[in-house]
């Protein structure tokens, strides 16, 4: 147990990833309750759900709550620097199916509902599942304390 936590939580050094795991766990926790919870003008569960079966996301109520925990738990754990591998790897799932099933076919700029945003949180997700969470961070703590 002690190697999988030792490889799950693993990081590298540095002060470089805070800000980028802060910036972009606070888009990704606000998207999250947006779709969980109605919060910041979403339009909560049934809301996104009824979105998704409409473009053919389906099961809507499974897509919404799976997308919506995905990026609301993912970005607390980027926040706290918590997990930030494997959060880092689901919420880069996450995005690259928006990019795919939702923004793709309008190109790259947000004006049209591009894939600009959603391209910009993918390649973030993937440099840190890479680099993981820095210095001050849960994991940098846990990774400390099970190398004693």
């Given at each position: 147990m002690k190697t999988l936590l030792t490889k799950v939580m693993s990081?590298?050094?540095?002060?470089d990833t805070l800000a980028?795991?802060?910036?972009a766990g606070v888009i990704f926790a606000a998207h999250g309750?947006?779709?969980l919870f109605g919060w910041f003008g979403g339009y909560g569960l049934e809301g996104t759900a009824g979105w998704m079966d409409s473009i053919g996301l389906g099961p809507g109520m499974l897509m919404a709550t799976l997308a919506g925990s995905?990026?609301?738990?993912g970005g607390v754990f980027l926040i706290l620097g918590l997990l930030v591998r494997p959060a880092a790897l689901i919420l880069a799932f996450t995005m690259l199916v928006a990019i795919v099933s939702v923004h793709l076919g309008n190109g790259l700029f947000m004006s049209n509902n591009g894939y600009e945003f959603g391209l910009a949180l993918l390649?973030?997700?993937?440099?840190?599942?890479?680099?993981g969470a820095g210095s001050l961070s849960a994991d940098n703590i846990v990774?400390?304390?099970l190398s004693n």
């Open positions: 990081t590298t050094p540095g002060l980028v795991r802060i910036g309750a947006q779709k995905a990026e609301f738990l390649v973030i997700s993937i440099g840190l599942a890479v680099r990774q400390l304390k």
